[in-house]
């Protein structure tokens, strides 16, 4: 059997991810947490729809569930929130970093 052929004699020390961008990266996860907030509050407004149960067992449930979907409704709304800010800062750092004047020299890409 043949030995197998390395197409790499070693592996590099320092690994490179070239092809990582954080800015590309914070965006989807915006996207994602959009989708999740419409999702939550698609919820709520399904839940107030329906009746209120009238037998206590029945409605101890719904209220379960109301406090639980509108406690995710909110969470997701304020996740949505600090990402849409943290989008807001990456795009400021990256427009101070990349404008005209700026006198640090470009990190080198090893």
């Known amino acids: 059997m043949p030995k197998h052929r390395r197409t ?3 592996v ?3 690994a ?3 092809n990582f961008n954080a800015a590309h990266a914070l965006e989807s996860v915006y ?6 907030d419409a999702f939550a509050h698609a ?3 399904a839940l107030v729809e ?10 101890r449930t719904y209220n379960r ?6 406690k995710v409704a909110e969470e ?5 929130l600090h990402g849409e800010a943290l989008v807001v800062a990456l795009s400021a750092h990256m427009g101070a970093r990349d404008a005209p004047g700026d006198t640090d020299p470009p990190t080198p890409r090893t």
């Open 43 to 45: 919820a709520r407004e």
């Open 65 to 70: 569930i109301h406090t639980l979907v509108t």
């Open 76 to 80: 997701a709304r304020a996740a949505l």
């Open 12 to 14: 590099p020390n320092k």
């Open 50 to 59: 329906l009746r209120c149960p009238s037998n206590p067992a029945e409605r």
């Open 31 to 36: 996207i994602d947490l959009i989708q999740v």
């Open 16 to 18: 490179r991810h070239d």
């Open 8 to 10: 790499q004699s070693s």
